[in-house]
T-cell receptor, first 115, second 115 residues
Framework: KAGVTQTPRYLIKTRGQQVTLSCSPISGHRSVSWYQQTPGQGLQFLFEYFSETQRNKGNFPGRFSGRQFSNSRSEMNVSTLELGDSALYLC??????????????FGEGSWLTVV | GESVGLHLPTLSVQEGDNSIINCAYSNSASDYFIWYKQESGKGPQFIIDIRSNMDKRQGQRVTVLLNKTVKHLSLQIAATQPGDSAVYFCAENISSGGSQGNLIFGKGTKLSVKP
């Protein structure tokens, strides 16, 4: 079956703009998490959604937000972009939230460059 | 592809040798651990996982060892191949709060396989 799909793969935005990234989880997976990856900070957890509800949130400013739809697809939004938001944004999905040991699969990511 | 891992510890091995990648995790409450492989320009790829009630788990050519006493995790790759060249991340999960999508990642180790 298809893996985690993220769109767009690459995008360039200007400071002050906003961006929306999309993620389609593996079919049947209801938990979606988002991560930011940068050379300096590595992989950092942004937030997790399950059944359209945010289950957990990382230590990021309110400019970073997300949502999940009834079909488990998820979007994340970053408003008022800053140069430091340039990163690879990764989406991950798993079958269930609330239980450890469910394998978490990542998509290929969306490369965001802010100029 | 672009690199998201700069200034990483590097392990250089000869093709056919065994590789051992080490990771110190941060929280004694972590109860689930995963190793991911990330190739340039791609998202993290699941390799193997282990729960805290185990100290060893084997997969195909890979073995994960968990030492909870010293909070140490290792990934052993047998008969390392050029295709194993990548950045390897360990990740830990704390199930408190019912969130299993919140993975805490290590900084990563770059494995370079010499033919």
């Amino acid at each position: 079956k298809a893996g985690v799909t993220q769109t767009p793969r690459y995008l360039i935005k200007t400071r002050g703009q906003q961006v929306t990234l999309s993620c389609s989880p593996i079919s049947g997976h209801r938990s979606v998490s988002w991560y930011q990856q940068t050379p300096g900070q590595g992989l950092q957890f942004l937030f997790e959604y399950f059944s359209e509800t945010q289950r957990n949130k990382g230590n990021f400013p309110g400019r970073f937000s997300g949502r999940q739809f009834s079909n488990s697809r998820s979007e994340m939004n970053v408003s008022t972009l800053e140069l430091g938001d340039s990163a690879l944004y990764l989406c991950a999905s798993s079958s269930r939230a609330g239980l450890t040991g469910n394998t978490i699969y990542f998509g290929e990511g969306s490369w965001l460059t802010v100029v | 592809g672009e690199s998201v891992g700069l200034h990483l510890p590097t392990l250089s091995v000869q093709e056919g040798d065994n590789s051992i990648i080490n990771c110190a995790y941060s929280n004694s409450a972590s109860d689930y651990f995963i190793w991911y492989k990330q190739e340039s320009g791609k998202g993290p790829q699941f390799i193997i996982d282990i729960r805290s009630n185990m100290d060893k788990r084997q997969g195909q050519r890979v073995t994960v060892l968990l030492n909870k006493t010293v909070k140490h995790l290792s990934l052993q790759i047998a008969a390392t191949q050029p295709g194993d060249s990548a950045v390897y991340f360990c990740a830990e999960n704390i199930s408190s709060g019912g969130s299993q999508g919140n993975l805490i990642f290590g900084k990563g180790t770059k494995l370079s396989v010499k033919p």
